[in-house]
């Protein structure tokens, strides 16, 4: 089995089995990260252009470090050096990159859909690494291989996703992830930043932060988006605190083996607090750890890998 597309552009157009063969796939791949020597032949000769044109630590990086251990060579596009800022659309800069005969182009734009108009452009494949507030694919991804890892499954568990709602690519993706897969979602955050009619996505919402933790078993927090806020939606951000900061007693209304997960980069004080974010329950940095094996897998099926295929790769690591 593969996928059935050349690109990633989103999880709403993915099957559940697609899911479930990427996660498949990055379980095997993860082990690479384990060994002395961190790399494998699988991409070589093919060419990554990464273009970002909205800064990102987390995600560009963990793109790097995922091309780099399956030896693709790498670019990295930015556009502060680019002719972006020089007025060049993105159609052309688009045609450009292609001029270059990359293989993947991945791409982080503040635009919703500019991936999808890469994808029809260029040859190659494209990944979006975020598109303004519509989809996040490779974050929902990691973030399911790190419920699956630590909870044996996704059937069945509920999830509270908690924040800006609105101005979440991040939350999208993974509504659409974790429905496709089975879990309960409940959102919770400020009326002003929760979007009218998100309930036609499957998810319940709850005002109150602590009807929205009742028993849940993932707890997923989401950064409150001042650089995308054109309007004061909250008082202040100490009142955001007081009526939505995860606090430890807050964590107790959760199931007591509950996890806790947020995309990062958090804002220590506003919506999580450090000890919350530090304790015993918070699995954010296995989130970090677990997006370079879910980008590998993404890059190797993308590249014509076949399911199942990747335990023949990491048996070849390269010397
Ligand atoms: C998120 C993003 O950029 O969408 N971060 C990430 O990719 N790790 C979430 C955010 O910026 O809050």
Redesign the pocket.
């Known amino acids: 089995m593969n996928l059935r597309s050349p690109h990633l552009l989103g999880i709403e157009p993915l099957a559940s089995e697609e899911i479930t063969l990427i996660l498949d796939t990055a379980e095997s791949l993860a082990q690479i990260s384990q060994r002395e020597i961190k790399k494998v032949p699988t991409l070589r000769g093919r060419t990554v252009v990464n273009f970002f044109v909205e800064p990102?630590t987390?995600?560009r990086s963990s793109f790097e470090i995922a091309e780099k251990r399956l030896s693709a060579d790498s670019l990295n596009f930015s556009p502060g050096a680019s002719s972006l800022v020089k007025g060049e659309t993105l159609a052309d800069t688009a045609r450009n990159l292609e001029a270059m005969a990359p293989d993947f182009i991945v791409i982080r734009h503040s635009e919703p859909g500019a991936p999808h108009m890469l994808a029809r452009i260029c040859r190659c494949s494209v990944i979006n690494a975020?598109d303004g507030a519509h989809e996040?694919p490779t974050?929902a991804l990691l973030d399911a291989y790190t419920i699956r890892q630590k909870k044996g499954r996704i059937a069945g568990l509920r999830v509270a996703i908690v924040g800006d709602i609105l101005h979440?690519?991040?939350v999208r993706s993974n509504i659409f992830l974790l429905r496709k897969m089975g879990a309960e979602v409940v959102l919770s955050g400020p009326p002003t930043l929760i979007p009218q009619g998100i309930e036609r996505l499957g998810v319940k919402v709850e005002g109150r932060i602590e009807a929205a933790l009742e028993g849940v078993d993932v707890i997923m927090m989401?950064?409150v988006?001042l650089e995308r806020q054109t309007r004061g939606y909250f008082p202040s951000l100490r009142e955001y605190f007081r009526l939505y900061g995860l606090t430890a007693p807050r964590v107790r209304l959760a199931r007591p083996d509950a996890i806790i997960m947020h995309?990062?980069?958090i804002n220590r004080g506003v919506e999580i607090d450090s000890e919350v974010a530090d304790g015993p329950w918070s699995v954010i940095l296995e989130q970090v750890t677990n997006g370079v094996a879910v980008r590998m897998a993404v890059l190797y099926l993308l590249s014509g890998g076949a399911g199942g295929g990747a335990e023949e790769e990491i048996r070849n690591p390269e010397a």
């Open positions: 990102s987390r995600t975020g996040h974050q979440s690519r991040v989401l950064r988006q995309p990062g980069p």
